[in-house]
């Protein structure tokens, strides 16, 4: 996941240095698009996610492809990420918190509406398959900490240390110093968002990550929570973020997006007015970086972000593609 860095002044510091793993994570081949393409046919199936995670929109695709349903699909994706050592971001091996330890969020939604979620969850590897056990298993939608990790161990998972030797040296390196200072396109955590829709037409998303490295203990950010980090409305579409997760909270930004496709607007239509309602909002928007990608019900997509380099890997008709999204603001 190669990421630029457009604050001119900023320097890659420590906080740089505990994603650069995660960016040799992806590392197969793609073909760039460098614009969402709107049409008015229907594509399907698809899947689409925030960020180069060209291995986990391959491992979706093959359920697709095989005629599985898109709540396997993005399961699979989003395991697949989580699984990956060398992801400082998400799942086992992911950063810390400035105490040392890794908590993880995730969410899950489904073609009936169905959502399930798991909050700073501590020593359980795959948080979506524990989010999609709520969902299923559970009169609730979101368990956190002690309980979903305890809520976990009784359905099966495994109990784990999911701090890697990396991610523990850069944690005690930035500790010398211990600055939090956020950088655009890597800000200490790439969540995963992904969105798919199957055969049958049926849309299903998901939402993984370790949140920001080094945050304060507690902090989560908005990619658990239905409506901010991940929205599914499945006769209409559905919308994931990623970036500075307090201020997609704040305009529950994947829900607006959803809506403003109910209403007319086209993937890309409706990501663009996403972002703007944060930088209406928000005027220190310089300073920090969201991104969404949202599809509708036909397979078409979009993608927006504040600032240039985001982009997001699509799986469509049986080829993987990069598609860099356009930014609020443009290139120097």
């Avoid at 037409?201 to 239905?226: F, L």
């Amino acid at each position: 996941m190669k990421r630029r860095n457009f604050l001119k002044k900023a320097s890659v510091s420590s906080l740089a240095l505990a994603v650069v793993p995660a960016i040799a994570s992806c590392v197969t081949e793609e073909k760039k698009e460098n614009k969402a393409v709107v049409s008015g046919e229907v594509i399907i199936p698809i899947v689409v996610a925030t960020w180069r995670f060209h291995n986990a929109t391959t491992a979706a695709w093959e359920v697709l492809e095989k005629g599985g349903e898109s709540i396997d699909a993005i399961v699979a994706g989003c395991r697949t990420e989580e699984a990956d050592l060398k992801n400082t971001t998400v799942g086992n091996g992911g950063a810390p918190d400035r105490d040392g330890n890794v908590t993880l969020d995730a969410c899950i939604m489904n073609k009936n509406g169905g959502y399930g979620a798991v909050v700073c969850m501590e020593n359980i590897a795959h948080p979506i398959s524990v989010a999609r056990k709520v969902m299923e298993e559970t009169p609730h939608v979101l368990l956190a900490g002690k309980g979903a990790e305890q809520f976990a161990v009784e359905q099966g998972f495994k109990r784990e240390n999911l701090l890697t030797e990396a991610s523990k040296k850069a944690w005690e390196k930035w500790k010398v110093k211990a600055e939090y200072k956020p950088i655009i396109n890597i800000e200490n955590h790439d969540t995963i968002g992904m969105l798919a829709i199957d055969k049958n037409g049926d849309i299903s998303g998901g939402c993984t990550t370790s949140g920001m490295a080094y945050k304060m203990a507690g902090r989560v950010g908005d990619s658990a929570i239905i409506g901010s980090g991940l929205f599914i409305d499945n006769e209409i579409g559905g919308a994931t973020a990623t970036g500075m997760g307090e201020e997609v909270l704040k305009t529950v930004g994947s829900y607006l997006i959803v809506e403003l496709m109910r209403q007319g607007r086209t993937p890309q239509e409706a990501c663009e007015e996403g972002v703007k309602r944060i930088v209406k909002s928000n005027p220190n928007y310089n300073n920090f970086q969201v991104g969404y990608v949202a599809i509708n019900k036909k397979g078409e997509y979009g993608c927006f972000c504040i600032h240039d380099g985001f982009g997001i890997s699509k799986y469509q008709k049986g080829k993987q593609t990069y598609i860099e999204s356009g930014s609020y603001i443009k290139k120097a």
